[in-house]
C-alpha cells in the first residue's frame, strides 16, 4: 500500500500523528500535490495544530489552481475556511466559505459551516471586533500564513523522529516567511511585468491583475456593460491603464466587484447571461451602436406583437385577376375563410361562423392562435427568435432559444444582407 493509501487509512482511523507522517513521506515522491496537500491539511487540522492545517490548505489552493482543477481548488478552500475559523479569524473564514459556496454551495458539509461562522459572529463581543476582518483575498499570496518553528513551536517528537533520517531529501512545501510591508511601502511590480490571468463558471468571470504594491486609494476601476478599465499610478510617477474592449459578452456592471489587495487585484464580472461560456475575455467584432440596435430591436418586437396579438390584422390586399363574372371578382379570401369552418357546427355558433379565423393571412391566423395559447416560456422564445433572425426564424423551444442569438436563416435561394449593404 502506499503512503498516501496508508495516510488516508491513519486519517479514518483518527490516528492523526500517523496520517501527517504518511502524507509527509506522500509529499516527498509529489511535493505539489494538491490531494496530498489538502490530506495533510486535514490531518493537521484533527490534530489541533490549525497553522499548519492553514498553512498546507493555502499551497493545496495554489497547487490546484495551478492545474486548472476546479474541484480540487473547492475542496482545498473548504480545508482553509475551516483552518482560519480555527484560528478566530471568522471575517476571513466567512469570505473563503463564501468563496466555497459560489464555486460549488451543494459542497459537503459547507451549510454546517457557514452557518457556524454566522452564529459565531452574532456572539461576538465589542472587545472582539478585531476578529471580523477580513484580510485575506480569494487566492492565497505567496508567503501567507506559513509555518516556522520560530511562530508555532517545535513539531511533535513522534514527527521528528520520522523526517529526521530523511531531513535533508524531503523537498520544501512551505513558503519561508518575510514581514509584510505597508501597501504604500511595498516594492511596485514593474510595468512590463504586470500580468493577468482568469477563469470563469456559468455566473461569473473571474479577473486577477497580478500586481505589487497598488495603492488601493489611487486605483480606478470601472465597469461598463462590455468593457472593464484599470488605472493606478506607478512608482516611476506615470501611469498603469489596463482596457479590456469589448468583452468577450455582456456584464452587469452593478453586480461586478473589486478587491485591491497588496499583490494583485481581484475582479469578479458578473455574466449578463448566465451559462455563456466565453472563449477569451476580449471579443474579435466590435460592439454595435446600441441606439440603432435599440430601435431595430423595438421595431422588430411591435411588428411581431403586432402580427401576433392584433385580434383583427387587416388583410393584405391580393392582385385583382381578371374574370368575365357577372357579380364582379370573386373574393378569395372570403372563399378561404368559409372552407376553414367547421362544417359539422350547429348555425349561430363561434365555430360555425368562423370566428376563430377572420380571413387574412393563414399564417399570422396560425401563429395568432399558436401565441395565445402557449406558455410564457414558449412565447418569449418565440419573441427572442423571431426579433433575433429578422424575421426569418420561430421556435417554441427556450431551452434552446436561451443559449444565444438566433442567427437569420434565409430561405434557400436567397441571402441576408445588412441595412447598408
Same mark, same amino acid.
Given at each position: 500500500?502506499?503512503?498516501?493509501?496508508?495516510? #488516508?487509512?491513519?486519517?479514518?482511523?483518527?490516528?492523526?500523528?500517523?496520517?501527517? *507522517?504518511?502524507? !509527509?513521506?506522500?509529499?516527498?515522491?509529489?511535493?505539489?500535490?494538491?490531494?496530498?496537500?489538502?490530506?495533510?491539511?486535514?490531518?493537521?487540522?484533527?490534530? #489541533?495544530?490549525?497553522?499548519?492545517?492553514?498553512?498546507?490548505?493555502?499551497?493545496?489552493?495554489?497547487?490546484?489552481?495551478?492545474?486548472?482543477?476546479?474541484?480540487?481548488?473547492?475542496?482545498?478552500?473548504?480545508?482553509?475556511?475551516?483552518?482560519?475559523?480555527?484560528? /478566530?479569524?471568522?471575517?476571513?473564514?466567512?469570505?473563503?466559505?463564501?468563496?466555497?459556496?459560489?464555486?460549488? /454551495?451543494?459542497?459537503?458539509?459547507?451549510?454546517?459551516?457557514?452557518?457556524?461562522?454566522?452564529?459565531?459572529?452574532? *456572539?461576538? +463581543?465589542?472587545?472582539?471586533?478585531? #476578529?471580523? %476582518?477580513?484580510?485575506?483575498?480569494?487566492?492565497?499570496?505567496?508567503?501567507?500564513?506559513? %509555518?516556522?518553528?520560530?511562530?508555532? +513551536?517545535?513539531?511533535?517528537?513522534?514527527?521528528?523522529?520520522?523526517?529526521?533520517?530523511?531531513?535533508?531529501?524531503?523537498? !520544501?512545501?512551505?513558503?519561508?516567511?518575510?514581514?509584510?510591508?505597508?501597501?504604500?511601502?511595498?516594492?511596485?511590480?514593474?510595468?512590463?511585468?504586470?500580468?493577468?490571468?482568469?477563469?470563469?463558471?456559468?455566473?461569473?468571470?473571474?479577473? !486577477?491583475?497580478?500586481?505589487?504594491?497598488?495603492?488601493?486609494?489611487?486605483?480606478?476601476?470601472?465597469?461598463?456593460?462590455?468593457?472593464?478599465?484599470?488605472?493606478?499610478?506607478?512608482?516611476?510617477?506615470?501611469?498603469?491603464?489596463?482596457?479590456?474592449?469589448?468583452?468577450?459578452?455582456?456584464?452587469?456592471?452593478?453586480?461586478?466587484?473589486?478587491?485591491?489587495?497588496?499583490?494583485?487585484?481581484?475582479? %469578479?464580472?458578473?455574466?449578463?447571461?448566465?451559462?455563456?461560456?466565453?472563449?477569451?475575455?476580449?471579443?474579435?467584432?466590435? %460592439?454595435?451602436?446600441?441606439?440603432?440596435?435599440?430601435?431595430?430591436?423595438?421595431?422588430?418586437?411591435?411588428?411581431?406583437?403586432?402580427?401576433?396579438?392584433?385580434?383583427?390584422?387587416?388583410?393584405?390586399?391580393?392582385?385583382?385577376?381578371?374574370?368575365?363574372?357577372?357579380? +364582379?371578382?370573386?373574393?378569395?379570401?372570403?372563399?378561404?375563410?368559409?372552407?376553414?369552418?367547421?362544417?359539422?357546427?350547429?348555425?349561430?355558433?363561434?365555430?360555425? /361562423?368562423?370566428?376563430?379565423?377572420?380571413?387574412?393571412?393563414?399564417?399570422?391566423?396560425?401563429?395568432?392562435?399558436?401565441?395565445?395559447?402557449?406558455?410564457?416560456?414558449?412565447?418569449?422564445?418565440?419573441?427572442?427568435?423571431?426579433?433575433?433572425?429578422?424575421?426569418?426564424?420561430?421556435?417554441?423551444?427556450? /431551452?434552446?432559444?436561451?443559449?444565444?442569438?438566433?442567427? !437569420?436563416?434565409?430561405?434557400?435561394?436567397?441571402?441576408?444582407? +445588412?441595412?447598408?449593404?
Amino acid at each position: 500500500m502506499d503512503q498516501a493509501a496508508l495516510g #488516508k487509512a491513519a486519517l479514518t482511523e483518527s490516528n492523526y500523528a500517523a496520517a501527517i *507522517r504518511h502524507y !509527509t513521506a506522500a509529499l516527498q515522491q509529489s511535493p505539489t500535490s494538491p490531494p496530498y496537500l489538502i490530506q495533510r491539511s486535514a490531518a493537521y487540522q484533527r490534530n #489541533k495544530d490549525y497553522s499548519k492545517a492553514l498553512n498546507y490548505a493555502n499551497r493545496a489552493v495554489l497547487e490546484a489552481r495551478k492545474r486548472a482543477k476546479r474541484e480540487q481548488i473547492v475542496e482545498a478552500q473548504f480545508r482553509r475556511g475551516i483552518a482560519l475559523y480555527s484560528l /478566530e479569524r471568522y471575517g476571513d473564514a466567512e469570505f473563503v466559505l463564501g468563496v466555497v459556496k459560489r464555486m460549488d /454551495e451543494k459542497f459537503k458539509g459547507l451549510e454546517l459551516w457557514i452557518n457556524k461562522v454566522k452564529l459565531t459572529l452574532s *456572539r461576538l +463581543g465589542a472587545e472582539e471586533e478585531g #476578529k471580523r %476582518v477580513c484580510n485575506v483575498g480569494e487566492v492565497p499570496e505567496e508567503g501567507d500564513d506559513v %509555518v516556522t518553528d520560530a511562530v508555532t +513551536g517545535a513539531a511533535s517528537t513522534e514527527e521528528k523522529a520520522t523526517n529526521s533520517a530523511q531531513a535533508q531529501q524531503q523537498p !520544501t512545501v512551505s513558503i519561508t516567511s518575510t514581514p509584510s510591508q505597508p501597501q504604500h511601502q511595498q516594492q511596485q511590480t514593474p510595468a512590463d511585468k504586470i500580468r493577468h490571468e482568469w477563469y470563469q463558471n456559468n455566473q461569473n468571470v473571474y479577473f !486577477t491583475l497580478l500586481a505589487k504594491g497598488v495603492p488601493s486609494d489611487k486605483a480606478a476601476i470601472e465597469f461598463t456593460p462590455r468593457s472593464l478599465s484599470i488605472s493606478f499610478p506607478l512608482a516611476t510617477g506615470s501611469s498603469y491603464d489596463f482596457t479590456l474592449e469589448p468583452l468577450f459578452a455582456e456584464i452587469d456592471p452593478e453586480a461586478c466587484t473589486k478587491r485591491v489587495l497588496s499583490t494583485k487585484i481581484e475582479i %469578479v464580472l458578473a455574466k449578463r447571461t448566465q451559462g455563456e461560456k466565453w472563449k477569451a475575455l476580449e471579443s474579435s467584432t466590435p %460592439v454595435p451602436n446600441n441606439s440603432n440596435d435599440s430601435a431595430t430591436t423595438t421595431t422588430s418586437t411591435d411588428a411581431l406583437k403586432h402580427a401576433i396579438l392584433s385580434p383583427n390584422p387587416p388583410p393584405p390586399s391580393g392582385p385583382a385577376y381578371p374574370t368575365s363574372s357577372k357579380t +364582379g371578382p370573386k373574393n378569395w379570401d372570403a372563399v378561404t375563410a368559409a372552407a376553414l369552418r367547421d362544417p359539422s357546427a350547429k348555425p349561430g355558433t363561434a365555430a360555425a /361562423e368562423g370566428e376563430d379565423f377572420e380571413g387574412g393571412d393563414e399564417a399570422n391566423f396560425f401563429f395568432q392562435k399558436l401565441f395565445k395559447g402557449s406558455t410564457p416560456e414558449v412565447q418569449r422564445a418565440m419573441m427572442k427568435s423571431y426579433t433575433e433572425s429578422n424575421g426569418t426564424a420561430l421556435s417554441t423551444n427556450w /431551452e434552446e432559444v436561451s443559449k444565444g442569438k438566433v442567427e !437569420t436563416s434565409p430561405p434557400d435561394g436567397m441571402e441576408a444582407k +445588412g441595412w447598408d449593404a
